[in-house]
Each structure stands twice: as C-alpha cells, then as structure tokens.
C-alpha cells in the first residue's frame, strides 16, 4: 500500500510539471542536434591489411610461431617515428607524428599473422591515402632496417563512393540529448517538490494534517478595485431616518 502511494505521489509529480519536463527533452534535443552539425567532425575510416611470411618452402610448428612474433613485433614498429615520419613527408601532411598516431589503429588477432592497419581522419580521400603510404612505407622500412623480406601486402584500399561517416550520427546526439532532458527535467522536478513548503492538493492536506478538509478557499485573478456607490433608491429609504436624532434632542 505504502509503494502504491509513492507511486502515485511520483505520478502526480510528474503530471503537475509534465509541460517542463517535455520542454527540457526538446531543449536538449536541439542542443544535441547543433553540436552534432556545427561541433563535431565527421570521421570516416579506411584499413589495409598485410601478412607476416617467411616464404619457407615448409611451415612447420617453429616457423608459424616465428612468424606470429614478428606480427606482435611490427604492430608496433608501425607507430614508431621511421615509419610515420615518411608517411608525413611522402603526403606532405601538416600533422605531428603524435597526432598522426592517434589516428592510425593497428591490429592483430591472437594467433594471426596478419595486421590490420586503420586510419580515421576527417577526410575520407586522406583517411585511404595514409592507410595504403603506411602499409607501403612499413614493408621497406621492414626490409631497410631490420633486413627481412616477410611482409606481403593485401590490395591498396579504393575510395568508394557513398561511404557513411564512422562518427556517430546526428539522430544519435538528439536521442541522447533528449533522453538527457528529459532526466534533468524530472530530477528538477522532484527536487523542487522535495523542498517546496506548500499544498497543492485537499489530499496533501489530509495526508499532511491527519484530519479531514473543511473548506477550501478557491483562487480569484486580482481585480482592480472599484468605488461602491450607493444606489439613489437605498439613499431615498434612509433619508427620512437621517434625523431622528436630531428631533429626540
């Protein structure tokens, strides 16, 4: 009984400031709307793989083994400053290897001799261009410096058409803008009920008073108020009395 009646106190609640609570949604919404169009980058991804192989005429236990070792080995040779230096001056890129870094996502699945190399950027056209540079500038750093020729490349990433930002999208930011609204709408809400020292109902007064209601005194809108005047008939019936006085004297 006592849950039924927190039920209906949070519905009654609700229901008194639902024009609020909505409006907040819709507020949030919007704001979630504009950040997602004039604040946020759309971000699109493009990969190339290769394949660590020692080209042996037989692949034994030792060389698969090998071979998975110089895959975890060059995943991060990939980010070191040799390689992306290159990149950089190859596409003559205004970035820093750092920066340059973050962008760049490489891979590889336990047991797998083979790296995925993915680039996120701004511009999908560069996003491809430095995704298949990386690839190409990693196999002959491999074979300048540490003097191994064992890494193939899969085929160069293409530029597609009609490729969807991997950015969350604008509905995303307006659900969860307005999901978020509506949450602080209703966290207002309570909080202003928690701390409010009226009574908005003959019921809270029941509750509140632990005896019944008597009477209630209803709202009125403020009226300007006006001058009572007396009408000629009411002054015409008292002014014969006017001076009874006078003649008991």
């Known amino acids: 009984m006592e849950q039924s009646l927190k039920i209906r106190e949070s519905w009654?609640?609700?229901?008194?400031?639902?024009?609020?609570?909505?409006?907040?949604?819709?507020?949030?919404?919007?704001?979630?709307g504009a950040i997602s169009a004039y604040m946020v980058d759309p971000s699109y991804e493009a990969s190339r793989k290769i394949v660590v192989n020692n080209q042996a005429e037989q692949l034994d236990y030792?060389?698969?083994?090998?071979?998975?070792?110089?895959?975890?080995?060059?995943?991060?040779?990939?980010?070191?400053?040799?390689?992306?230096?290159?990149?950089?001056?190859?596409l003559?890129?205004?970035?820093?290897?750092?920066?340059?870094?973050?962008?760049?996502?490489?891979?590889?699945?336990?047991?797998?001799?083979?790296?995925?190399i993915t680039v996120k950027d701004s511009d999908y056209e560069r996003a491809v261009q430095i995704a298949n540079t990386t690839a190409t500038v990693f196999q002959n750093r491999v074979k300048e410096i540490m003097r191994i020729d064992n890494v193939m490349l899969f085929p160069p990433a293409e530029v597609k058409t009609n490729v969807e930002s991997s950015s969350p999208g604008t509905m995303l930011f307006v659900v969860v803008g307005m999901v978020a609204g509506i949450g602080i709408g209703l966290s207002i809400a309570?909080?202003?009920?928690?701390?409010?020292?009226?009574?908005?109902?003959?019921?809270?007064?029941?509750?509140?008073?632990?005896?019944?209601?008597?009477?209630?005194?209803?709202?009125?809108?403020?009226?300007?108020?006006?001058?009572?005047t007396v009408p000629k008939d009411a002054q015409r019936v008292y002014s014969p009395y006017k001076n009874l006085g006078r003649e008991a004297e």
């Open 12 to 32: 009654s609640v609700i229901k008194s400031r639902i024009i609020f609570i909505v409006m907040a949604g819709f507020i949030f919404a919007f704001l979630g």
């Open 62 to 90: 030792n060389t698969v083994m090998t071979n998975f070792q110089y895959a975890n080995t060059y995943s991060d040779f990939i980010y070191s400053e040799v390689v992306l230096e290159k990149v950089i001056s190859d």
């Open 92 to 116: 003559s890129l205004n970035t820093s290897v750092k920066d340059l870094g973050k962008q760049i996502d490489v891979t590889s699945k336990n047991e797998s001799q083979v790296i995925t």
């Open 190 to 228: 309570f909080v202003q009920k928690l701390f409010s020292t009226t009574i908005d109902s003959e019921k809270d007064a029941m509750v509140l008073l632990e005896s019944p209601v008597l009477g209630i005194v209803s709202k009125e809108r403020h009226k300007q108020s006006k001058q009572i």
